[in-house]
């Protein structure tokens, strides 16, 4: 994936790109552990040494603000961000502390646009418990 998809990404949620901007979509577009402000901040800080935590929070923010990214908030201690902005639900495992997309579940919530009269916008769906890898370790053990 380049920078081109990005730089679409952005101009398509009228975020106006920058050079922050576009490798900070790039990022999410690429990585699909669902990173921290800390995560991304630390992968790119290598390659742009200006870059600060601060402007990392910022532009997620407004990435999540302007629907080009999902902030996903499964637990109270670790927000973290999501380059799929399609339907799709999370698990997340209380052990290794991962963040698992969730295709194939269907979920007449995801694709709902009103609830008990109210208007949806947005819909976030969350598992949580131990994932398959740490079960299997487990049962090793």
């Given at each position: 994936?380049?920078?081109?998809?990005?730089?679409?990404?952005?101009?398509?949620?009228?975020?106006?790109?920058?050079?922050?901007?576009?490798?900070?979509?790039?990022?999410?577009?690429?990585?699909?552990?669902?990173?921290?402000?800390?995560?991304?901040?630390?992968?790119?800080?290598?390659?742009?040494?200006?870059?600060?935590?601060?402007?990392?929070?910022?532009?997620?923010?407004?990435?999540?603000?302007?629907?080009?990214?999902?902030?996903?908030?499964?637990?109270?201690?670790?927000?973290?961000?999501?380059?799929?902005?399609?339907?799709?639900?999370?698990?997340?495992?209380?052990?290794?502390?991962?963040?698992?997309?969730?295709?194939?579940?269907?979920?007449?919530?995801?694709?709902?646009?009103?609830?008990?009269?109210?208007?949806?916008?947005?819909?976030?769906l969350y598992y949580k418990g131990v994932c398959s890898e740490c079960m299997k370790e487990k049962n090793e053990n």
């Amino acid at each position: 994936m380049n920078s081109k998809e990005a730089i679409a990404r952005l101009t398509e949620c009228c975020v106006k790109p920058s050079v922050q901007r576009i490798a900070i979509m790039h990022y999410l577009l690429t990585h699909y552990t669902h990173p921290t402000v800390d995560d991304v901040y630390r992968g790119l800080c290598g390659k742009m040494p200006t870059l600060s935590r601060t402007t990392v929070y910022n532009t997620l923010r407004l990435l999540s603000e302007n629907n080009a990214a999902q902030m996903i908030t499964i637990d109270e201690h670790r927000v973290c961000y999501d380059g799929n902005v399609n339907a799709h639900a999370h698990f997340y495992c209380k052990q290794c502390r991962k963040v698992y997309d969730i295709f194939d579940e269907v979920s007449p919530l995801l694709s709902c646009k009103t609830v008990g009269g109210h208007s949806v916008d947005d819909v976030q769906l969350y598992y949580k418990g131990v994932c398959s890898e740490c079960m299997k370790e487990k049962n090793e053990n």
